[in-house]
């Protein structure tokens, strides 16, 4: 089988146009990685290159050893995916101790995304944190979420609660809240090492005045998290420049976030609650 046929790809592949179209990846921003499972790889092994370069990775990852990611390549720009996938995005395989790296398929004339490190860190989080069901890690510069990070102090408390606040159904797809960082610089192993810290008790976390980042057990979970914080973003900026910059007078309460949580047996994470 032919890796463009894997649902796989085509999953990766609809991501990158749907979050192209909602303007969230402006040139090469942005990264996408995901998590084969073994009938995936099985299935198209015939079409891998067996003679790419090992490369270490600067932290080993050894509950990823043997794993095979599709990832974006590093300087691509994921409005490419759909047009010449092998160029923009491609296949690395991690080797039997998770101490390095070769590419199997596609990456053609670069490499993988500069940010390999911080997803492969990020699965093995989510790994140890037993959530192994997390097949999806994914980086977008969503503007809402930077415009927003430009007016809120870089806090989960405050942003969970404004964002859970604006929109009814935002604490069903977040019921633990959301991580936030401090400005960092992109790319650096301080954001990536940041990032997992926050990765093993939440799904999201935003990097101030760049964007956010996910972690999920598939496409359309990973799309929908960073959808409806963007979204919850979105109404909250509307709503605040509507009242004269003020934040809004009429939100939903944490009694009706917590009857919210009981119709749908979501647990929500008290310390935001009051
Ligand atoms: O892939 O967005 O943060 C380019 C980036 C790095
Ligand atoms: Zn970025």
């Not at 890690?137 to 405050?158: E, F, R």
């Not at 900026?237 to 910059?245: S, T, V, Y």
Request: proline share 4%; aromatic share 8%.
């Amino acid at each position: 089988m032919s890796v463009l046929d894997l649902e796989c790809v085509k999953g990766f592949i609809r991501l990158c146009e749907d979050a192209f179209a909602h303007g969230w990846h402006e040139a090469n921003g942005g990264n996408l990685s995901y998590r084969m499972d073994e009938e995936d790889v099985d299935a198209c092994s015939a079409c891998f290159s067996r003679e790419g370069t090992w490369i270490s990775l600067e932290h080993p990852a050894p509950s990823l050893a043997g794993a095979h990611f599709l990832i974006t390549g590093s300087g691509k720009y994921l409005r490419n995916a759909v047009l010449d996938p092998a160029q923009t995005f491609g296949i690395v395989e991690v080797d039997n101790l998770g101490a390095a790296w070769r590419v199997a398929w596609g990456l053609e004339g670069a490499g993988p995304s500069s940010e390999l490190e911080t997803h492969l860190a990020t699965y093995e989080t989510a790994l140890q944190v037993s959530d192994g069901a997390n097949r999806v890690v994914y980086h977008a510069h969503c503007p809402n979420i930077i415009a927003l990070s430009t007016l809120l102090p870089a806090d989960m408390n405050t942003w969970t609660r404004a964002l859970w606040k604006v929109m009814t159904e935002s604490i069903i797809v977040f019921p633990q809240g959301i991580g936030v960082l401090p400005w960092m610089i992109p790319g650096s192993p301080e954001l990536a090492q940041a990032t997992c810290e926050l990765m093993r008790a939440y799904k999201v976390c935003v990097w101030t005045q760049h964007g956010v980042m996910v972690r999920a057990a598939s496409f359309d979970e990973a799309f929908g998290l960073v959808h409806t914080v963007e979204k919850s973003c979105g109404i909250y900026l509307q709503a605040r420049a509507a009242n004269g910059g003020e934040d809004p007078q009429f939100l939903v309460s944490d009694e009706q976030l917590r009857l919210v949580c009981a119709r749908y047996g979501l647990t929500p994470n008290e310390d935001l609650l009051c």
